[in-house]
Every structure is written in structure tokens, then in C-alpha cells.
């Protein structure tokens, strides 16, 4: 089986929305797919309400997830780590202990944007629109990353 992970500060908006849309559209009996946060800020706590609701305005459930920490030890769980942001990419790569840890990280705008080591915003700055903004994103690279499975 296929291990996914998706990675931003605190899993509480733009990781669990990856989360949730990468698990709509793949078989979930063949592909795992995980999030978690850079940072301990949240952990155990729902996604935000705003992430909750864009996703469900979709037919995604987020209610399931709870936030947890990024620890070393994903890197062996997982085959893929997609970053959102440059700072989240930085706090992995710090955590990796090799060569092959290093190639697992990835920026998820890459995927639908090759080569532009874009990140995805942080939603709160935009308000409930920036939240759509980060759900519309987050789906381009989630059908790339799909296509692959």
C-alpha cells in the first residue's frame, strides 16, 4: 500500500484539507493518506471550522481527523511527505536523516505547477475566500498526485 503524507504548521486548515481531498479521489484500500503539523501547536484538536466547512461544501468529511505532530519516524512510514510552504519544507528536511528521508519531501504546488517551489497561502489572511482559495489549489495538485496512484 501507498503511504501519503501532508504536512503544514499546525494541521488544523491546510493539510487536512489535502488530506481530505487526496482520500476523495484515490482508492483508499490501496493508498494511506495521513497529515500532520510541523509544529505541536494543535495536537488532538479537529481541523479548523472553516476547513471543515469548504471541504464539506464539496463532499469531504474532515470531521475524522485529528491533528498530530510530524515525527522522524514518518519517514519510515511513508513513501511521500507534500509540504505546503517553504518553512514546512525547511522543518522536515531539518528532521531528515538521509539522503533517501531528503527525496521523500516534496512542495504539493509542484504537482500541478511543476518547478514552481510555489506555496500554498495561509488561509486565515483571506478570510473565508482564502479558504476557498487553498481548497481550489490543493485540488489541482491532489488530481496530479491521483493520476500517479
Not at 490501496?30 to 469548504?54: K, M, N, Q, W
Not at 486565515?124 to 487553498?134: C, I, K, R, S, T
Request: net charge negative.
Amino acid at each position: 500500500m501507498k503511504k501519503i503524507l501532508m504536512v503544514c504548521l499546525g494541521n488544523i486548515c491546510r493539510s487536512p484539507l489535502a488530506e481530505g481531498i487526496l482520500r476523495s479521489k484515490i482508492d483508499v484500500d490501496e493508498v494511506f493518506v495521513d497529515s500532520a503539523g510541523t509544529a505541536a501547536y494543535h495536537v488532538g484538536e479537529l481541523p479548523d471550522s472553516r476547513s471543515i466547512d469548504v471541504a464539506r461544501k464539496y463532499g469531504i468529511d474532515l470531521t475524522y481527523q485529528r491533528a498530530r505532530k510530524f515525527e522522524v519516524v514518518d519517514f519510515d512510514q511513508f513513501d511521500e511527505i507534500f509540504v505546503m510552504d517553504d518553512s514546512n519544507y525547511q522543518n522536515v528536511l531539518w528532521k531528515a536523516r538521509t539522503k533517501d528521508d531528503e527525496a521523500k519531501v516534496k512542495m504539493i504546488l509542484n504537482e500541478s505547477q511543476p518547478n514552481s517551489n510555489k506555496s500554498v497561502p495561509d488561509p486565515y489572511y483571506g478570510g473565508d475566500q482564502g479558504f476557498e482559495n487553498v481548497y481550489q489549489m490543493l485540488d489541482e495538485a491532489c488530481e496530479v498526485i491521483a493520476k500517479r496512484m
